[in-house]
């Protein structure tokens, strides 16, 4: 990055950034450099120099210390990533595929409103198994990685980490149901919000038991996404488990048992699409004592009488019409619903992972890019 220092002069508010994004873009200083630019206090040498926060013109310098003080940033290169994605394989998934699961959810939840390194731990719509996992990615943030790149983007490295064994994990232990590898790209230049680790902040999230029009309009309206990529993204849900009484009240793995949900397949699509099953629309409250009605999808339940394969109406939504009232419960039995709009894209998922997959892997790299400015990949 190179910075076109020679107009600068007393009063300048703002820098001009040349080069990698392609021609040149004006950005604001901090307040409290305007009246100083250009002098002789060593600002406009510390821009020549580029020893500035590498992200200045993608964040606006949301932070002035962030800047010119203790947290200040080089270009991210590819070295440290893979150094972050070995630290993550030792300390965070070693023997723990289950958090494969949690490292994308986090990335959805930080996501939504923009990815900016701040997850709202009072949100119930948060509740769950998550927390174990973001403790652990904190920790490892903080005591290593915190100089080399905003927190928003380690949450994303950490799921693209997670998206990439857990397709190895599929495909290194399975026969059927085989994907073939895509490359999930990462890119930096994220923001961390003021508060960073938590937030204030209650951003909305889709409600488990929304139906097909809701689940549409979500995604149209957070991250612009059309109808089929909706369904694709939605296909995240292959990976874990709805965490029961301790979090939404909704209880089940959307996949067989807990092994097959550390795989990344398109099992969940052949599930919704498989019509031998027969799918059951039950209030899961009265078993777990939640204190407002859950009203899930079963077919099936693990030794533990946990239920597998389960589905939200967000899921089975995708595929039948099944019109839920305002507490969740269906209209009609999965066989008595017509199909949904979007019956067709599941259709085509559950016969082709390897379609859905790619599709996926370009999906998700939107969605983690909400509410950047201009993203780059490491040096």
Not at 209 to 217: A, E, P, R, W
Not at 219 to 234: M, N, Q, T, W, Y
Request: hydrophobic residues 35%; proline residues 4%.
């Amino acid at each position: 990055m190179k910075f076109d220092t020679s107009y600068l002069g007393v009063g300048q508010s703002s820098i001009r950034v040349l080069g990698q994004i392609g021609g040149r873009l004006d950005v604001p200083l901090p307040q409290e450099f305007q009246s100083q630019a250009g002098t002789d206090d060593g600002t406009a040498s510390m821009l020549r120099e580029g020893r500035v926060y590498d992200n200045m013109w993608a964040c606006g310098f949301p932070k002035p210390n962030s800047v010119f003080g203790e947290v200040s940033r080089r270009a991210l290169r590819s070295k440290t990533v893979e150094n972050v994605k070995t630290e993550l394989r030792a300390k965070l998934f070693q023997d723990r595929e289950d958090r494969y699961a949690t490292a994308v959810r986090i990335a959805f939840h930080d996501c939504v409103g923009g990815c900016d390194g701040c997850i709202n731990r009072a949100n119930p719509d948060n509740a769950g198994f998550m927390f174990e996992s973001l403790d652990v990615m904190d920790t490892i943030y903080e005591n290593k990685y915190k100089l080399q790149m905003s927190r928003a983007d380690f949450y994303i490295l950490t799921a693209v980490t997670a998206l990439e064994d857990s397709l190895k994990f599929n495909n290194d232990n399975l026969t059927q149901h085989f994907i073939s590898p895509v490359r999930f790209d990462f890119k930096y230049g994220r923001c961390d919000c003021s508060t960073s680790p938590g937030t204030p902040v209650t951003r909305a999230f889709p409600a488990g038991h929304s139906d097909y029009q809701q689940v549409m309009d979500f995604f149209r309206e957070e991250f612009g996404f059309s109808v089929r990529e909706s369904v694709a993204i939605l296909g995240a849900h292959t990976l874990g488990a709805a965490s029961g009484a301790k979090g939404s009240g909704f209880e089940g793995f959307w996949k067989e048992d807990g092994v097959a949900a550390d795989r990344l397949n398109n099992r969940y699509y052949s599930l919704l699409a498989d019509d031998a099953l027969t799918w059951e629309n039950t209030d899961r409250s009265v078993v777990t004592g939640y204190g407002e009605e859950r009203w899930q999808w079963e077919t099936g339940s693990t030794s533990d009488d946990v239920p597998a394969p389960f589905m939200l109406n967000a899921d089975v939504a995708l595929i039948r019409n099944i019109q839920p009232n305002r507490n969740g419960k269906s209209s009609c039995q999965f066989r008595d619903c017509s199909l949904s709009p979007s019956a067709r894209i599941v259709q085509e998922f559950a016969s082709d992972g390897d379609t859905w997959m790619r599709e996926f892997a370009k999906v998700f790299e939107r969605m983690v890019a909400n509410g950047a400015n201009q993203l780059m990949y490491p040096a």
